[in-house]
């Protein structure tokens, strides 16, 4: 797969390169035309062989890739310095592409237990229909990883922050460890945004989002990515082509419009949830907050290294009272809105033991590390007096329910 042959500018600010990107701009449109065709035609069999051969660079037909989708893809590659960057139509599909493009059967893949459960069912699901082996590691036990390395382990796969107990992997020494083993490492780089941290630089081979999240940030639209070398894509890119998860003009364009902003909106979320963070740890309601922003926190010395801009917008708490207070604090939210997602403007509470990771059970749950009790606030950009004001009357009602 080969990616644009226009030379990158030097790297400039993040801001800079979320507006304008990072290769010359041609004048024109300021806003990249949405180019709704399914097809493309060719003077000549040589013009058609040569579009094809570029693969997701080119205007040959759409399941490749389009125009639209090529010109998101190198905003956000420039983004993270990524040598090229793939979008795909969710984020469970870029997983499932990364999983797909580097296991075969036989072949062994680590995980967390703690990752998202969408990729918990996606490794299983594999390791059932298509026949590689899987073991589940705790993130909180990095020392133990190395145990379950085999000859056939060809993929490490890891999130930091992980969903929703935002414990931290150190992304450098889970490569270093990948790579004494000839596997790779992949990162789910959802909860910390392209903006907030850069996996690729700290060694990782594959970093993976969930674009329905901070990329998009406006929870309108469902989308995927992939960013890495140009090398590892092309087998990414195969897999997008022969199952087809090709997001369309429409999406391509509200991602690309949504980057131009990330870095701000980011900024302004994780500032909001670090102050939420500090006023809910002193929260009489609240048995524990997990954030990386707090220095009690585990990982904080390695969200200090790792995280560029904050440490992200979720904050999980443990409320008093298990989970019939925590259901009873997320019903009386009025701004905070109860749904499952996260990374967007809108701020969003939910109960992981009944949306993102449901499948995994109480006893799963439990070995993860998940209280049934956890509510995982997604902070957005509103004003931060008015979050603080409704978390702050919710947990007083939920309280107010247990007497
Ligand atoms: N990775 C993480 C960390 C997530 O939280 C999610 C969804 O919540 C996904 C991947 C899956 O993304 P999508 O819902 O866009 O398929």
Redesign the pocket.
């Known amino acids: 797969m080969k990616n644009s042959e226009e030379t990158p500018r030097p790297a400039r600010g993040i801001r800079t390169r979320a507006v304008h990107g990072s290769h010359p701009v041609k004048p024109g449109p300021v806003s990249t035309p949405i180019v709704h065709s399914a097809t493309f035609s060719f003077p000549s069999l040589d013009a058609l062989r040569a579009e094809r051969d570029k693969h997701a660079s080119g205007a040959y037909y759409q399941r490749d890739g389009h125009p639209t989708l090529r010109a998101c893809e190198q905003r956000l590659a420039g983004l993270e310095g990524a040598e090229t960057a793939l979008l795909f139509s ?6 499932a592409a990364a999983l797909l493009a580097n296991l075969r059967a036989g072949d062994h893949v680590i995980a967390l237990h703690q ?2 459960g ?2 918990h069912d996606l490794v299983t699901w594999g390791a059932e229909h298509f026949g590689w082996t899987v073991d589940l590691v705790d993130a909180r036990d990095p020392d133990s990883w190395e145990r379950v390395f085999r000859k056939e382990t060809r993929l490490l796969h890891v ?1 930091s922050p992980t ?1 929703p107990t935002l414990c931290l992997v150190d992304i450098g020494r889970a490569a270093d460890l990948a790579h004494r083993h000839q596997a790779l490492l992949s990162v ?1 780089n ?2 910390a945004s392209p903006v907030g941290q850069q996996p690729l630089a700290l060694g990782a081979d594959l970093v ?6 901070s990329i998009g940030g406006h929870g309108d639209l ?3 990515a992939a960013l890495g070398s140009a090398e590892r894509l092309e087998k990414l890119w195969r897999v997008r082509k022969v199952f087809g998860p090709v997001p369309d003009p429409t999406i391509a364009w509200q991602i690309e419009r949504s980057l131009k902003t990330m870095p701000l909106r980011v900024a302004a979320a994780n500032d909001n949830a670090l102050q939420l963070a500090r006023r809910l740890a002193d929260h009489p309601g609240v048995a524990q907050v997990l954030y990386p922003g707090l220095t009690a926190h585990p990982g904080h010395a390695l969200a200090m290294r790792q995280m560029k801009l904050g440490f992200g917008p979720v904050v999980s708490i443990d409320v008093r009272g298990g989970g019939e207070a925590a259901a009873a604090m997320v019903d009386s939210l009025q701004i905070v809105r109860h749904g ?3 990374g967007g403007v809108d701020s969003l509470a939910s109960l992981p033991a009944h949306t ?1 990771h449901v499948q995994l059970g109480a006893a799963g749950r439990a070995k993860a590390g998940i209280p049934e009790g956890l509510v995982r606030l997604s902070v957005g950009i509103e004003d931060l007096e008015d979050l603080w004001a409704d978390v702050d009357q919710a947990l007083a009602r939920s309280a107010a329910l247990k007497v």
């Open positions: 969710s984020g469970v599909a870029a997983i990752c998202y969408g990729t999130e969903n789910d959802t909860f993976l989002y969930s674009a329905t999240k469902l989308a995927g499952p997602s996260l993102s």
